[in-house]
């Protein structure tokens, strides 16, 4: 089955198609991502209309030159899969419009994915796939969550942020250092040049038993810091390195603690903020001190990307799940 997936939650329009008959990495036949950042840059964040304009503009081009690369014809796709939530309203309609109204012009099925989903499940599409049971870490932009996965589509929050999320966290922190928008992938360049020590800051609730996380404090800390400091480019590569390796460790012990007690040694990790290299040599090292493994979708399909949404849809549809024809999208939705 070749499964066409789009992707229009946020800033990025994506656009995959994913074909069944092909194992693991090989069946990601085709994927391409058109980012809004240069679009949004100007005002320092996402501008909701603006991006649903331009999700308009790009879709059915992407469409075209996936479908190209993929060497398809669109009457050879076997169904289509979107993310239908959560995320901003306008640009998800777009999304499923596009979707919807092609699935019906071919008469194949359509699925709605949920996006978080799509994040956790596609380390899967790597060669070598960890098979559930695992624990799932999606940190994101929107969310920083820690997952039992039983099966696919049997989920259990075991914990989650109780306010910024990770990658909201490496953002507003870049923010007020200063450092341009999206900053989060930014400072994490920026600690490359920082010196390990340099700057210690806390490592939010680790003190205590529990799997939820709080990362507002550590940008006040780092504020402070940053208000007080000399300002020179090494001061501020020597923050930024405090800051990540205090998100780092703090999410490395919280996977340690999950695995315990759901007696797994394998972490599954995705979402943009799974595209950070200390974070991934850190918690490589920390599964393979108890034995196991941590797996990561390569760094292009950490962040926002339409692979992810076609492959859960692939899955979705291969169990005989699709959707009627209405057009619904559902910007707040817990997985
Ligand atoms: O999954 P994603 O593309 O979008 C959401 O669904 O939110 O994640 C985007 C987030 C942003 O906050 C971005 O700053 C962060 O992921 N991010 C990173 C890195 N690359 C992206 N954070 C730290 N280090 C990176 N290398
Ligand atoms: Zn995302």
Same mark, same amino acid.
């Given at each position: 089955?070749?499964?066409?997936?789009i992707?229009?939650?946020?800033?990025?329009?994506?656009?995959?198609?994913?074909?069944?008959?092909?194992?693991?990495?090989?069946?990601?036949?085709?994927?391409?991502?058109?980012?809004?950042?240069a679009?949004?840059?100007?005002?320092?964040g996402?501008v909701p209309?603006?991006?649903?304009?331009?999700?308009?503009?790009?879709?059915l081009?992407?469409?075209?030159?996936?479908?190209?690369?993929?060497?398809?014809?669109v009457g050879?796709?076997d169904?289509?899969?979107?993310?239908?939530?959560p995320?901003?309203?306008g640009?998800?309609?777009?999304?499923?419009?596009?979707?919807?109204?092609l699935a019906?012009?071919?008469?194949?099925?359509?699925?709605?994915?949920?996006h978080?989903?799509?994040?956790?499940?596609a380390?899967?599409?790597?060669?070598?796939?960890p098979?559930?049971?695992?624990?799932?870490?999606?940190?994101?932009?929107?969310h920083t #969550?820690?997952?039992a996965?039983?099966?696919?589509?049997r989920?259990?929050?075991?914990?989650?942020?109780?306010?910024?999320?990770a990658?909201?966290?490496?953002?507003?922190?870049?923010?007020?250092?200063?450092?341009?928008?999206?900053?989060?992938?930014?400072?994490a360049?920026?600690?490359?040049?920082?010196?390990?020590?340099?700057?210690?800051?806390?490592r939010p609730?680790t003190?205590r038993?529990g799997?939820?996380?709080?990362?507002?404090?550590?940008?006040? #800390?780092v504020?402070?810091?940053w208000q007080?400091?000399d300002?020179?480019?090494?001061t501020?590569?020597?923050?930024?390195?405090?800051f990540e390796?205090?998100?780092?460790?703090?999410l490395?012990?919280?996977?340690q603690?999950?695995?315990?007690?759901a007696g797994?040694?394998?972490?599954v990790?995705?979402?943009?903020?799974?595209a950070?290299?200390?974070?991934?040599?850190?918690?490589?090292?920390?599964?393979?001190a108890?034995?196991?493994r941590?797996?990561?979708?390569?760094?292009?399909?950490c962040?926002?990307?339409?692979?992810?949404?076609?492959f859960?849809?692939?899955?979705?549809l291969a169990a005989?799940?699709?959707?009627?024809?209405?057009?619904h999208?559902?910007?707040r939705?817990?997985?």
């Open positions: 089955m070749k499964v066409l997936g992707e229009s939650s946020c800033d990025e329009t994506g656009v995959a198609v994913y074909d069944t008959g092909l194992p693991g990495a090989a069946g990601l036949r085709a994927h391409a991502v058109y980012s809004q950042i679009l949004h840059a100007e005002y320092g996402v209309e603006l991006a649903s304009r331009d999700h308009v503009r790009k879709l081009p992407l469409v075209r030159q996936t479908l190209a690369e993929a060497g398809l014809g050879e796709i169904g289509v899969a979107y993310t239908a939530g995320g901003l309203v640009a998800l309609l777009v999304g499923a419009g596009v979707a919807r109204s019906w012009a071919l008469d194949v099925p359509a699925v709605a994915v949920h978080m989903e799509g994040h956790l499940l380390p899967l599409m790597e060669d070598d796939p098979q559930p049971p695992f624990v799932a870490l999606l940190v994101s932009g929107g #969550q820690l997952v996965v039983d099966g696919i589509g989920y259990r929050l075991l914990g989650e942020t109780l306010d910024d999320a990658g909201e966290a490496f953002d507003k922190t870049a923010k007020l250092m200063g450092l341009p928008y999206p900053g989060g992938p930014q400072l360049a920026l600690a490359e040049q920082g010196r390990p020590g340099a700057y210690r800051f806390s609730m003190d038993p799997l939820d996380f709080s990362f507002s404090g550590l940008k006040t #800390q504020l402070l810091a007080q400091s300002r020179s480019d090494q501020r590569a020597d923050i930024a390195r405090g390796d205090a998100v780092v460790e703090t490395a012990i919280k996977c603690r999950a695995l315990d007690a797994s040694d394998v972490i990790v995705s979402g943009g903020v799974g950070n290299r200390r974070l991934r040599a850190r918690l490589q090292e920390m599964a393979a108890r034995g196991g941590a797996c990561f979708p390569r760094p292009a399909l962040t926002d990307n339409g692979a992810m949404i076609a859960a849809g692939a899955l979705r005989g799940q699709h959707d009627g024809p209405a057009v999208v559902t910007p939705w817990d997985m």
